[in-house]
C-alpha cells in the first residue's frame, strides 16, 4: 500500500465498524470511553461479521485494520483481522464520545439529576456535553482530523475502522448502526460529512445509549 500525503483519491473508502453487544449496552448503559468488554453476544456477532466477509467479495484486499483501544473495539475487530491476516493497529483518537460522570449510568439517572444538559444533548445540541465530558464539535473535530490522516497515509485502500456509534456518528450524521454492523463509504464523503453510503442507501437514525 502506498504511503501518500496526498489528498485522498475517488478509490480510497472506509469500511466503518461498530462494535459488538456489551452487557451495558443491554442494560441501557452508557458508556463513553469506560473499558467494557463484549458480552458473550457481542463476541457471536462479531465473529458473525468476520463470516459474512468471508463470503463477500468486496472484502477482498482490505487493510489496514484500525480499532479503538477500547476492549469492545479491540475483542470486535479480532475476528476480523483473522479473516484478513492483519493485526489491528489500536488508536485512542478512535474512541466513543467522552459522557464524562454520565458513564455507567441509564438514562433515567441522568434525567434526575441533569435535565436541562439531557434535553441539549438529545437535541444534538453540537456544544451539549455531560459534566467532564466531550461535545459533538469536539468529536466530529477529532474524527475528521483521525480520519483524513488515515485516507492520507492509504489513499487507495479499503480501509477497516472498528469504532463506536458516536464516532461514526460524528463522520456521517444520522447514520444508524446496530452492534458489529459496517457501513462503507468514500472517503470523500465521510470527510465531508455526506452521508451517502455504499449503493446509494440512505443511513437509518437510532436512538441508543453511546
Known amino acids: 500500500m502506498t504511503d501518500s500525503t496526498s489528498s485522498p483519491s475517488p478509490e480510497c473508502e472506509f469500511w466503518l465498524v461498530r462494535h459488538g453487544e456489551t452487557d451495558w449496552n443491554k442494560a441501557g448503559r452508557w458508556q463513553g470511553h469506560a473499558n467494557v468488554p463484549l458480552s458473550s453476544r457481542g463476541q457471536e456477532q462479531a465473529q458473525a461479521l468476520a463470516d459474512r466477509w468471508s463470503r463477500d467479495p468486496d472484502a477482498q484486499g482490505l487493510g489496514p485494520l484500525f480499532c479503538s483501544d477500547l476492549d469492545r473495539c479491540i475483542e470486535t475487530a479480532a475476528p476480523l483481522g483473522r479473516l484478513l491476516g492483519l493485526d489491528p493497529q489500536l488508536d485512542s483518537r478512535l474512541r466513543e464520545l467522552d459522557v464524562g460522570d454520565w458513564s455507567g449510568k441509564i438514562r433515567s439517572e441522568i434525567a434526575q439529576s441533569a435535565p436541562e444538559q439531557l434535553a441539549r444533548f438529545d437535541a444534538e445540541d453540537p456544544e451539549a456535553r455531560a459534566p467532564g465530558g466531550e461535545t459533538r464539535s469536539e468529536i466530529r473535530l477529532r474524527a475528521h482530523g483521525v480520519m483524513s490522516e488515515l485516507a492520507r497515509r492509504f489513499p487507495d485502500s479499503k480501509i477497516v475502522v472498528v469504532t463506536h456509534r458516536g464516532f461514526i ?39 441508543q445509549p453511546l
Request: glycine share 16%; proline share 3%; hydrophobic share 40%.
Open 169 to 207: 456518528r460524528a463522520l456521517l450524521p444520522g447514520v444508524g448502526l446496530g452492534n458489529a454492523e459496517c457501513v462503507r463509504v468514500k472517503a470523500a464523503d465521510a470527510l465531508t460529512r455526506r452521508a451517502r453510503l455504499a449503493g446509494g442507501e440512505e443511513g437509518s437514525t437510532e436512538s
